[in-house]
T-cell receptor
Framework: GAGVSQSPSNKVTEKGKDVELRCDPISGHTALYWYRQRLGQGLEFLIYFQGNSAPDKSGLPSDRFSAERTGESVSTLTIQRTQQEDSAVYLC?????????FGQGTRLTVV | GIQVEQSPPDLILQEGANSTLRCNFSDSVNNLQWFHQNPWGQLINLFYIPSGTKQNGRLSATTVATERYSLLYISSSQTTDSGVYFCAGNTGTASKLTFGTGTRLQVTL
């Protein structure tokens, strides 16, 4: 596609429910990143995929968070048993070599 | 991991003024990039600048890799320049892009 696409744009969920966030990278981009941004804060690294290599999961904050990517296509970030502290904007980026391009983000609100 | 500090944290300018934003790294970095996050939250890639100087319109950036810093210059600022500016980089074989703390810029009329 023309740009990185994330869905949904907004998600409101009840505490304790599971959520899935989706990221469609730019076609041909081998690298894909997930970041979390709390209100008024910077970008917190979550996970990085590069081609078929093992992902860098060092930023996942707890075992409630997981992400998958098949090949160089779509990625899903799953948060199980959501907590209010999970409320944030979840940003996805992709890159072909170095320069990263971001999607518009998914705003997650846990009530 | 590397630490990335940006200064100043906040900046208010009148339209037409110039400004310099700074990014300091705790260790050598590769793939230094500057981003602008507009008031609607969208992150736009401004520069990929591992070393040297680049210019794009009213914006330019300089990275001195040996001294572990990068500068972003904004000339003749406009209200549309408002938002948060982030720098980011990675080190060696590390994969993740580490982001700085950001500089929040407000340009007023």
């Amino acid at each position: 596609g023309a740009g990185v696409s994330q869905s949904p744009s907004n998600k409101v969920t009840e505490k304790g429910k599971d959520v899935e966030l989706r990221c469609d990278p730019i076609s041909g981009h081998t690298a894909l990143y997930w970041y979390r941004q709390r209100l008024g804060q910077g970008l917190e690294f979550l996970i990085y995929f590069q081609g078929n290599s093992a992902p860098d999961k060092s930023g996942l904050p707890s075992d409630r968070f997981s992400a998958e990517r098949t090949g160089e296509s779509v990625s899903t970030l799953t948060i199980q048993r959501t907590q209010q502290e999970d409320s944030a904007v979840y940003l996805c980026a992709s890159s072909r070599r170095v320069e990263a391009f971001f999607g518009q983000g998914t705003r997650l609100t846990v009530v | 991991g590397i630490q990335v500090e940006q200064s100043p944290p906040d900046l208010i300018l009148q339209e037409g003024a110039n400004s310099t934003l700074r990014c300091n790294f705790s260790d050598s970095v590769n793939n230094l990039q500057w981003f602008h996050q507009n008031p609607w939250g969208q992150l736009i890639n401004l520069f990929y600048i591992p070393s040297g100087t680049k210019q794009n319109g009213r914006l330019s950036a300089t990275t001195v890799a040996t001294e572990r810093y990068s500068l972003l210059y904004i000339s003749s600022s406009q209200t549309t320049d408002s938002g948060v500016y982030f720098c980011a980089g990675n080190t060696g074989t590390a994969s993740k892009l580490t982001f700085g703390t950001g500089t929040r810029l407000q340009v007023t009329l």
